[in-house]
């Protein structure tokens, strides 16, 4: 009875390790709002789910201590890994909010991020936040998870971790969060030429005015009505981004 106890514990243990370091990283649980007891008390009902189902997956309990703990270290580890791959889809939008945040002129315009407890740009933090609300609410934090869950399946318990593929899988995610967060901000990066080849040649043929003070404004007006319009399909097109990045990850 003392043996199948201490291994139901292990198993529990070991799934808490992977499922609760990647709560800690993950879009919307890793908010500054989100408390650590409240994450770990999320991760300790999402394993005592999961245990009947990942039991399987577990390897057997070494009765060598460091094993034990090179055991824990490496499940952490695969959880961190996880929760900064789907950190790094979603911070493909903030890239675009940065871009069109220049592009309309409120690159120094910042606000205070209840996420990060930072200061980010508005239309940054906008965006973000609109973001997160459609991932919610269209159920893509079960997606997430269920990505978590499926690491076992990429990175199998008990066993060490890749460093090559881990690195190879980093720069993948990476480079497409870069291509599509400059894809969605492509209309406002578009504006941006446009506008500025505009006011350059109106400065030309007008040396005396100072076009570029004078035209903040129409920048500002034309640039947030380029945001009510857009903002909509951004949010749309990054949502298919982010569930699909999730979907290679899922078997």
Same mark, same amino acid.
């Given at each position: 009875?003392? %043996?199948? @106890? !201490?291994? %139901?514990?292990?198993?529990? #243990?070991?799934?808490?390790?992977?499922?609760?370091?990647?709560?800690?990283?993950? +879009?919307?649980?890793?908010? =500054?709002?989100?408390?650590?007891?409240?994450?770990?008390?999320? =991760?300790?009902?999402?394993?005592?789910?999961?245990?009947?189902?990942?039991?399987?997956?577990? &390897?057997?309990?070494? =009765?060598?201590?460091? %094993? !034990?703990?090179? @055991?824990?270290?490496?499940?952490?580890?695969?959880?961190?890994?996880?929760?900064?791959?789907?950190?790094?889809?979603?911070?493909?939008?903030?890239? $675009?909010?940065?871009?069109?945040?220049?592009?309309?002129? /409120?690159?120094?315009?910042?606000?205070?991020?209840?996420?990060?407890?930072?200061?980010?740009?508005? #239309?940054?933090? /906008?965006?973000?936040?609109? =973001?997160?609300?459609?991932?919610?609410?269209?159920?893509? *934090? *079960?997606?997430?998870?269920? $990505?978590?869950?499926?690491?076992?399946?990429?990175? +199998?318990?008990?066993?060490? #971790?890749?460093?090559?593929?881990?690195?190879?899988? /980093?720069?993948?995610?990476? !480079?497409?969060?870069?291509?599509?967060?400059?894809?969605?901000?492509?209309?406002?990066?578009?504006?941006?030429?446009?506008?500025?080849?505009?006011?350059?040649?109106?400065?030309?043929?007008?040396?005396?005015?100072?076009? /570029?003070?004078?035209?903040? &404004?129409?920048?500002?007006?034309?640039?947030?009505?380029?945001?009510?319009?857009?903002? &909509?399909?951004?949010?749309?097109?990054?949502?298919?981004?982010?569930?699909?990045?999730?979907?290679?990850?899922? *078997?």
């Amino acid at each position: 009875m003392t %043996e199948l @106890l !201490n291994l %139901e514990i292990y198993k529990y #243990i070991l799934i808490f390790l992977r499922v609760g370091s990647a709560l800690m990283l993950l +879009p919307g649980f890793s908010a =500054a709002y989100v408390s650590v007891r409240q994450r770990l008390s999320i =991760a300790l009902v999402i394993t005592i789910v999961l245990n009947p189902y990942l039991g399987e997956y577990l &390897p057997e309990a070494p =009765a060598d201590f460091s %094993e !034990n703990l090179k @055991l824990a270290f490496t499940e952490i580890t695969c959880g961190i890994i996880m929760g900064l791959i789907i950190q790094c889809l979603y911070f493909a939008l903030n890239l $675009a909010g940065n871009f069109a945040g220049q592009a309309i002129g /409120f690159s120094n315009a910042t606000l205070f991020d209840p996420t990060t407890q930072n200061q980010s740009v508005i #239309i940054e933090n /906008f965006l973000s936040i609109t =973001a997160l609300t459609v991932i919610f609410v269209t159920d893509l *934090h *079960h997606v997430m998870l269920s $990505a978590v869950i499926d690491s076992y399946s990429l990175f +199998p318990a008990g066993k060490s #971790i890749m460093p090559g593929d881990t690195a190879q899988l /980093f720069a993948q995610t990476v !480079n497409k969060s870069f291509v599509i967060g400059f894809q969605i901000a492509s209309p406002f990066i578009a504006f941006s030429i446009i506008f500025y080849c505009g006011m350059g040649l109106i400065s030309r043929l007008m040396p005396q005015l100072n076009i /570029f003070f004078l035209s903040l &404004p129409l920048q500002i007006y034309l640039g947030i009505g380029l945001l009510f319009i857009t903002t &909509p399909v951004m949010i749309l097109w990054f949502v298919r981004f982010f569930d699909n990045g999730l979907q290679l990850f899922l *078997h």
